[in-house]
């Protein structure tokens, strides 16, 4: 047996010994490295504690670091307004919860401080269940107690949540001064991506890969009809604006993706012509962005006879096409609806916010018991941990507990090497590059970048410095406080809701397949994208209960073959429909 060979096959062994789900929580995120995110990290944790050391302030650049440590640490993609309502969300929480454990901290004993702990967890948990901008202000309103009820801030009252403030204002405004001349990029960017999708799953029509080719499709489709949902209104749709030009390229993305989707049912290998026809449309559709000004109208001045494609159009799949590529999003009125979700029971409201403020109160306690008033870490790092709608409770406090140690160890080195605080600015720019760029790829590489941060942060506040390798066990600490309270009140919770979003996704895809045959194209289309959007979150479910320890792990592949069904009778009845079908 060859070396290669003979390596492939201990990698294969090493896989088949790991658990799956153990596997799926260790799994990286596959995307692009985020250069400019990792410039705002590197920005807005260096450069307030840069001007704290010129102005000999340097605890005042560590709260506003810490603002925009947090900041940073929950952008993401968006569009400019909905990552600045996050951004603003989670710094008025953050300076409200300093407030309030800086008070408790002034004024109070530590029954006082655990009461307010345990209070900002109850109203935190209570908070969070509401949505994503929900979940953003509750957990940041319960770091911002911790910290306030852990370190001392001078001056006074007012100054702390102010200067946190300062920070996570200051991380807004790096990440949205690019508007002032890409103000539609993450839009575009997404509808584009549809289009380099589109293009990657007809060059895969007719092979093993076309199942997993057309899975990437509906998600870059799911993407955009969410960046472009907040301007779906008819005033921007209508009008020859930017966004108004990516509406009617998005509308020519989804006739796209029915066509791209019957030729993939189909079945067979397509010439270079039809492969390159995504690239082709996305160049006569997509309008260039630009700020304060009107964009070409996207559909471009109408040509005095409809342009003919580059191939033979031979079958119901092709004909479609060519139909798309003739007049791209022309016939369709559709906007991009944002999806429809139930909002949070009272019964969940009520057993989060319970579970979370018992956590919250035995993560002070022992903090206490171990440190005294320095103790923020513990209850910290139990704000960070339980948060059960981003993603397995198991995986976070996994990641988080290597990441921990893997930033300990490397805190050692750069304690050994660095000294001076200017130079620790310089390791802090570093670390937040690597933070910043850790929460798009994997949660253990944020923990690793953070752990590194929090130790320049100690350092600046003349904190002690043995205390970071303590944090180590701490973590573990509030792992095992988190997971115990997971697993003891719920532990099939991503199971059920697996099961749920698989249920929903069988009733659209049935749904789809009783009425497109007799809807209009506009109604086709709505049901396509509402069955085909279900699915997709079906399978994300599946993939984030996977990633949990499971007492039933032959539910799963029952599950996923119902999924895969699903998706096979949506594609047929996609074929079915482009081919004229009705009943």
Not at 120 to 146: D, E, F, R
Not at 161 to 180: D, N, S, V
Not at 352 to 372: P, S, W
Not at 448 to 455: A, E, N, P
Request: net charge positive.
């Amino acid at each position: 047996m060859s070396e290669p060979t003979a390596l492939r096959a201990r990698a294969g062994t090493l896989r088949g010994a790991v658990p799956g789900w153990l596997g799926r929580s260790l799994r990286a995120a596959r995307a692009p490295f985020p250069r400019a995110a990792a410039v705002r990290g590197a920005l807005a944790v260096s450069v307030p504690l840069m001007v704290g050391l010129l102005t000999g302030h340097p605890v005042a650049g560590v709260v506003v670091g810490l603002g925009g440590l947090w900041a940073v640490g929950q952008d993401s993609a968006a569009p400019y307004k909905a990552r600045a309502l996050r951004i603003a969300a989670l710094g008025g929480s953050a300076a409200v919860g300093l407030l309030a454990g800086a008070t408790a901290l002034r004024y109070g004993d530590a029954v006082v401080i655990a009461a307010l702990l345990a209070v900002a967890g109850l109203v935190s948990g209570w908070v969070s269940v509401g949505g994503p901008l929900a979940s953003v202000a509750g957990m940041h309103l319960l770091l911002g107690a911790t910290v306030g009820t852990g370190i001392p801030v001078p001056g006074p009252w007012w100054a702390g949540p102010l200067e946190l403030l300062g920070g996570a204002l200051f991380a807004l405004t790096l990440t949205c001064l690019p508007w002032l001349w890409r103000r539609h990029s993450p839009e575009r960017e997404a509808v584009i991506a549809v289009f380099d999708a589109a293009e990657r799953a007809l060059s895969r029509a007719g092979t093993s890969g076309a199942t997993e080719a057309r899975a990437r499709m509906t998600l870059a489709l799911n993407t955009a009809q969410d960046l472009l949902a907040v301007h779906s209104s008819r005033k921007h749709a209508e009008r020859p604006t930017s966004i108004g030009g990516l509406i009617t390229a998005f509308r020519a993305s989804v006739q796209l993706v029915e066509a791209v989707t019957a030729l993939m049912v189909e079945g067979r290998p397509l010439p270079p012509a039809v492969v390159r026809v995504p690239s082709l449309l996305a160049a006569r559709v997509v309008p260039p962005v630009r700020a304060g000004r009107p964009a070409p109208d996207a559909s471009g001045p109408v040509p005095d006879r409809e342009p003919e494609p580059p191939f033979t159009a031979d079958t119901p799949g092709l004909r479609a096409l060519a139909e798309v590529y003739r007049a791209p999003g022309r016939s369709l009125t559709l906007l991009p609806d944002p999806p429809a979700y139930a909002g949070p029971r009272l019964a969940d409201r009520l057993r989060f916010a319970l579970l979370l403020g018992g956590c919250t109160l035995a993560a002070a306690v022992v903090a206490y018991l171990l440190h005294g008033p320095r103790g923020y870490w513990l209850p910290m790092t139990v704000a960070f941990l339980y948060k059960p709608d981003l993603g397995p409770v198991f995986g976070r406090a996994l990641n988080r507990c290597l990441g921990t140690v893997a930033g300990v160890g490397m805190v050692a080195v750069v304690a050994w090497l660095v000294t001076d605080q200017w130079a620790l600015t310089l390791v802090a720019a570093v670390f937040g590059a690597v933070m910043a760029a850790g929460v798009r790829y994997h949660y253990a590489l944020s923990t690793f970048g953070l752990t590194v941060i929090v130790f320049v942060f100690i350092d600046f506040l003349g904190d002690d410095r043995q205390l970071l390798p303590s944090r180590v066990l701490e973590t573990v600490i509030a792992a095992a406080l988190v997971l115990t309270a997971h697993f003891l009140t719920r532990p099939d919770s991503w199971r059920v809701r697996a099961e749920l979003r698989v249920a929903a996704a069988d009733r659209a895809w049935r749904r789809y397949d009783r009425r497109a045959p007799a809807a209009s194209p506009d109604e086709r289309h709505q049901l396509r994208r509402t069955a085909y959007r279900r699915l997709a979150e079906a399978r994300q479910a599946l993939d984030t209960a996977g990633a949990e320890p499971h007492r039933d792990p032959d539910r799963f592949p029952v599950l996923e073959r119902r999924v895969a069904r699903a998706e096979q009778g949506c594609d047929a009845i996609t074929a079915y429909v482009v081919a004229g079908g009705r009943r």
